[in-house]
């Protein structure tokens, strides 16, 4: 048996009559729409019966229209976050041995573990703000054991930021035999 050889008019007859039979389906007017549509797409009603099916009008009043934010819904609590930074904070610290002294390479994984767990405190979900960034910075110091000569020791911060969104919180807390921990947490809105 031989197959039946398609000519190339008849393969383009046989693809016109599809699309055609295609095309009269679509621009019927008894067209189903999915219960789904409305309500996750449009949440409205559409109505295909006007001019006959081909230039469907959607009936819509409850779309939202896409909103830009120029500033947060609730501001960053600062006062709350500092009262919670610095229970934590003293909490950590105080589970450090107090005969523990300075040692740089410790002190930098120490720093780097309370910063984390600092910042997961301070995440936006905890304290009911969104769109903010959170910066911690930890830094540990060595001190004089015996309190009796004076040191100092500034540490200093510069930002460009909005004043009304925008903040820092700075904590210190003792930490060991010889040593102050002192970590500062920026709070940045970002549009």
Known sequence: ???????TRSMLQRVVNLTKHAHD????????????YNYSFRRGSVNFN??????????NQNLQ??????????????????????????RRCAA?????????????????DLSQKLRRL???????STRYKIIVLVTIVQTVPDRQRHQSLTIVSRCLW?????????????????MLAIATVFAVYTD
């Open 1 to 7: 048996m031989e197959s039946k050889r398609l000519t």
């Open 25 to 36: 389906f679509q621009s019927s007017v008894n067209v189903a729409i999915p219960s789904w």
């Open 50 to 59: 006007q001019a006959q099916g081909l230039n469907p009008i959607a009936i």
């Open 65 to 90: 229209t896409s909103r830009y934010a120029f500033g947060p819904y609730r501001k960053f609590d600062f006062s709350r976050a500092q009262k919670i930074l610095q229970f934590e904070l003293n």
């Open 96 to 112: 450090i041995s107090k005969f523990m002294q300075y040692n740089p390479k410790l002190c930098r994984e120490l720093a780097q």
């Open 122 to 128: 301070t995440k936006p979900d905890i304290l009911n």
């Open 162 to 178: 909005n004043h009304e969104t925008d903040g820092s919180i700075t904590l210190h807390a003792p930490l060991g035999y010889d």
